[in-house]
């Protein structure tokens, strides 16, 4: 069973640079594409990016410019960072696997991270 | 970059009462469409896969149906559990895009 768990180290002043790990037990991060995903309070999802196949991404258009995923597979866990953030920013971010680049099907349990001075 | 539009938005739905929920694709993406629930506080949780195709665990009320770009979940005989908004998603194009969802309340 593949487990995912986000962590990282709350809030985060506006301008600064947001950064999240999500650690993968039960599977391995060299199959498989691994995304970040994110849900401001009371919003819609939102697909980031995601990371495959020793260290090939894709990212959202709206956020590329900002936007770095990056994997650790002695660890096996894969990072977000999104720089230059603002208030938009603060939402609730999901880690998830998607088996062969179609549907999301583990999750983690989401981390909120709040973007405030 | 492919945008995806469900209706209705809510629907207040009785017990037992059959739940329809459609998704517009803005181009033609096949079957690659599928189907979340997410319940207050969750992480979304995938109930078909490739338009029509159950998910193991997944209740059999729940089905899917289309392709192209016009796409139906179905829940037949709502189960006060099924409250929750329900988003479809598309893995044909990048970037990969969602619905706006549709939240289901029973009434």
């Known amino acids: 069973q593949v487990q995912l768990q986000e962590s990282g180290p709350g809030p985060v002043k506006p301008s600064e640079t947001l950064s999240l790990t999500c650690t993968v037990s039960?599977?391995?991060?060299?199959?498989?594409?691994w995304n970040w995903i994110r849900q401001p309070p009371g919003q819609g999802l939102e697909w980031i990016g995601y990371i495959i196949n020793r260290g090939s991404t894709k990212y959202n258009p709206s956020l590329k410019s900002r936007v770095t995923i990056s994997d650790d597979t002695s660890k096996n866990h894969f990072s977000l960072r999104l720089s230059s953030v603002t208030a938009a920013d603060t939402a609730v971010y999901y880690c998830?696997?998607?088996?062969?680049?179609?549907?999301?099907?583990?999750w983690g349990q989401g981390t909120l991270v709040i973007v405030s001075s | 970059e492919i945008v995806l539009t469900q209706s209705p938005d809510f629907q207040s739905v009785t017990p037992k009462e059959k739940v329809t929920i459609t998704c517009r694709a803005s181009?033609?993406?096949?079957?690659?469409l599928h189907w979340y629930q997410q319940k207050p506080d969750q992480s979304p949780k995938v109930l078909i896969k490739?338009?029509?195709q159950s998910i193991s665990g997944v209740p059999s009320r729940f089905s899917g149906s289309g392709s192209g770009t016009e796409f139906t979940l179905t829940i037949d005989s709502l189960e006060a559990e099924d409250a929750a908004t329900y988003y479809c998603?598309?893995?044909?194009?990048?970037?990969?895009?969602f619905g706006q969802g549709t939240k289901v309340e029973i009434k």
């Open positions: 998830a696997r998607s088996h062969g680049g179609s549907h999301f099907d583990y």
């Open positions: 039960g599977g391995s991060l060299s199959y498989s594409y």
């Open positions: 490739y338009a029509s």
């Open positions: 181009q033609s993406i096949g079957d690659h």
């Open positions: 998603h598309q893995s044909s194009g990048l970037p990969r895009t």
